[in-house]
């Protein structure tokens, strides 16, 4: 059972577009919720994260936005460039104690065209 | 500062062997786990550690094994390598956010 579904599976953007990712979750008890970004080779990096208590969080060109009734989530790039061609995967995760279990989507392939 | 180092970088076994996946944090963090990276599956969660001493099984656990005697080290441990194993596995540590190591890209043939 997938708890957390991505979609699309790869995406193409013209530069100084809007890339749009969108993520949907089942379980009602996750309350955190990150973004990643993955270059060729490299591990997955911090991009963006938003708790349930808010319904939009902004860091310079990216934003998430959040819908709690309709338990989804999407992560909107605007004005993408070239550099942000790589691999995008949104997470959730319970936070309590010292457990950061993820959970991870499928991923995303991003390419911007110059 | 390091952050997450993971030894070897690349690692090619027959099938039936058995090797250790190393990582070790100098971020004095309690949480690590490790993933494995297939095309099209993301990450999926193999084995985690709240704390030295303590490990327990994540989304795919079978053929692992962990152990976690100090906060620094957390090594994976395959008995006895399957092609089904072919990955790239990814250390991670936390105390809030996850931070990611570099990754091990394993072949078993």
């Known amino acids: 059972q997938q708890q957390v579904k991505q979609s699309p599976q790869s995406l193409i953007v013209q530069k100084g577009g809007i890339s749009i990712i969108n993520c949907a979750y089942e379980n009602t008890a996750f309350d955190y919720f990150p973004w990643y970004q993955q270059f060729p080779g490299k591990g997955p990096a911090l991009l963006i994260a938003?708790?349930?208590?808010?319904s939009e969080k902004k860091e310079g060109r990216f934003t998430i936005s959040f819908n709690k009734s309709a338990k989804q989530f999407s992560l909107h790039i605007m004005d993408s460039q070239p550099g942000d061609s790589a691999t995008y995967f949104c997470a959730a995760s319970m936070r309590g104690g010292s457990n950061y279990k993820l959970t991870f989507g499928k991923g995303t392939l991003l390419t911007v065209n110059p | 500062n390091a952050g997450v180092t993971q030894t070897p970088k690349f690692q090619v076994l027959k099938t039936g062997q058995s090797m250790t996946l190393q990582c070790a944090q100098d971020m004095n963090h309690e949480y690590m786990s490790w993933y494995r990276q297939d095309p099209g599956m993301g990450l999926r969660l193999i084995h985690y550690?709240?704390?030295?001493?303590?490990?327990d099984q994540g989304e795919v656990p079978n053929g692992y094994n962990v152990s976690r005697s100090t906060t620094e080290d957390f090594p994976l441990r395959l008995l006895s390598a399957a092609p089904s194993q072919t990955s790239v596995y990814f250390c991670?540590?936390?105390?809030?956010?996850?931070?990611f190591g570099p990754g091990t890209r394993l072949t078993v043939t």
């Open positions: 550690s709240v704390g030295a001493g303590i490990t």
């Open positions: 938003i708790r349930p208590d808010v």
């Open positions: 991670a540590t936390s105390q809030g956010e996850q931070y």
